[in-house]
């Protein structure tokens, strides 16, 4: 059974996704998506409509960029909700100028009381080149810290890398 809280990271075209997805398909209990892209250009178009397609049909989806408390408020104690992903949930934050600490502190205690179970998947940012300007500095920052807190609060973390899990916390069901 999963956990309360799982956290799934890895880098960009990891299989993050996937295994987040897999692990709560595994589980047979009823599944929301809560989805934090914003589609700005056709290539992320093109990348939300292959998520929806791998998924299938059988999961309820709510879009929430940015607020996050209606989506966690509706999933219930029998459903498994996969927010896919914290990356971009902050970039939406970074972009709108909110005040970051706020919002994850907000982020982590809805976390804490979403009634059902929530399988958060992350990108792992820190592993590359120093970035040359300050703003992707600032978020290459932002990135670790919100990663390092969400696996702090969570019961099982998986790294994912080339699509194999690697367990940094926790057990896998």
């Known amino acids: 059974m999963l956990p309360k809280l799982t956290f799934v990271l890895g880098?960009?075209?990891?299989?993050?996704?996937?295994?987040?997805?897999?692990?709560i398909v595994q589980t047979g209990?009823?599944?929301?998506?809560?989805a934090t892209a914003e589609v700005y250009d056709s290539e992320m178009e093109a990348k939300?409509?292959?998520?929806?397609t791998m998924r299938g049909p059988n999961w309820r989806s709510i879009e929430a960029p940015r607020?996050?408390?209606?989506a966690f408020t509706s999933v219930s104690k029998d459903e498994?909700?996969?927010?896919?992903c914290a990356t971009m949930w902050l970039t939406n934050?970074?972009?709108?100028?909110?005040?970051?600490?706020?919002?994850?502190?907000d982020l982590l205690h809805q976390l804490a009381t979403c009634e059902g179970r929530v399988v958060v998947v992350s990108n792992e940012v820190g592993m590359g080149i120093v970035p040359d300007n300050a703003m992707a500095r600032r978020f290459r920052d932002l990135q670790g810290r919100l990663n390092?807190?969400?696996?702090?609060?969570?019961?099982?973390?998986?790294?994912?890398v080339a699509g194999q899990p690697l367990v940094l916390k926790g057990t896998l069901p």
């Open 11 to 23: 880098g960009a075209a990891s299989g993050k996704s996937a295994f987040a997805e897999n692990l």
């Open 29 to 34: 209990a009823p599944r929301v998506y809560i």
């Open 48 to 52: 939300v409509q292959r998520h929806k």
């Open 67 to 70: 607020d996050l408390g209606p």
């Open 80 to 84: 498994i909700a996969l927010l896919d």
């Open 93 to 105: 934050h970074m972009m709108g100028e909110a005040d970051i600490e706020a919002q994850t502190s």
């Open 148 to 160: 390092q807190r969400l696996a702090d609060q969570s019961e099982l973390a998986v790294f994912v």
